[in-house]
């Protein structure tokens, strides 16, 4: 078919409050997207941004016709905006990026060539973490250890939600019915043939994370209550215990 000669790439980016990005990241990515010299599309997920960032966005749409932006009612979390990001997409081929420039555009051409070598999945393992507190990275990797104990699959460490998906897989994801989509678990769980690139992850470009220790352990806690059913077997474990306990003091009590 038509798709294979020139395989049509949608590149998906959620946007939360990233104006102080958008310019730098609209300019890169063009140039990887050119330089790449297939037909491509870019949506913009503004996920209820306060800062100006959507008039960027409508602009960039209005001079460039390969650019679509969707706008979220509020903000609903970066979950919903890739949800809403790859239910739109229209490509053979759909690569998700963060707004920040931390995963840069440079690593595009990568991507496509592993998905054109068979890979329906492509995902990025940082080599490092530039700019992030030791707090952040051992506590990250604790949580990875803890997550691969408790769930059936393996949810790949220190890879970003930054990936490349083929038509076949994000189809895959689109199926699925969660109303609360840790990304990173359902990513892992369609399975497909995967391949793991390795890349130096850089510090934001401008801003701040829009991750406090709060937000993050929320997501920490979804992961792990949505792909595990250890934390219900242990709370009825805990029940089971705690009858059986009472039970037997009733009766020793009756019993004096
Ligand atoms: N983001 C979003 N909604 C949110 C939080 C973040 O769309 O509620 C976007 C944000 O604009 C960025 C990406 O998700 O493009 C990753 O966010 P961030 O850089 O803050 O996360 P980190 O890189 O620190 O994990
Ligand atoms: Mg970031």
């Not at 602009?59 to 609903?76: D, E, G």
């Not at 229209?90 to 068979?118: F, K, Y």
């Not at 399975?191 to 709060?214: C, H, I």
Request: proline residues 5%; hydrophobic residues 45%.
């Amino acid at each position: 078919p038509a798709s294979v000669a020139a395989p049509f790439l949608s590149v998906v980016i959620p946007v939360l409050d990233e104006a102080r990005n958008l310019g730098a990241l609209h300019r890169e990515l063009s140039e990887s997207l050119t330089r790449l010299g297939r037909p491509y599309e870019i949506l913009f997920v503004d996920d209820g941004s306060k800062d100006g960032s959507v008039d960027f966005l409508r602009l960039f749409a209005l001079s460039v016709p390969s650019v679509k932006v969707i706008t979220l009612s509020r903000n609903f979390g970066k979950e919903a905006a890739v949800t809403a990001g790859f239910e739109h997409a229209a490509g053979d081929a759909v690569i998700l990026l963060d707004a920040d420039l931390q995963d840069p555009p440079e690593l595009i051409p990568d991507m496509v060539a592993a998905w054109r070598a068979g890979a329906d999945v492509v995902c990025m393992r940082r080599r490092s973490r530039a700019g992030e507190t030791w707090f952040k990275r051992t506590s990250a990797s604790l949580y990875y250890r803890l997550l691969n104990r408790l769930s059936r699959f393996d949810i790949p460490h220190d890879t970003g939600d930054v990936r490349l998906m083929s038509r076949r897989a994000v189809d895959a994801l689109n199926q699925l019915p969660e109303r609360n989509r840790y990304m990173k678990g359902l990513f892992a769980w369609i399975g497909m043939p995967t391949q793991v690139l390795l890349y130096d992850r850089e510090s934001r470009a401008a801003g701040n994370t829009k991750w406090n220790f709060t937000a993050l352990l929320g997501l920490a806690f979804e992961g792990i209550t949505s792909f595990s059913t250890a934390p219900l077997r242990w709370t009825t474990l805990v029940g089971v215990l705690a009858s059986a306990w009472g039970t037997l003091f009733g009766l020793w009590i009756v019993a004096k």
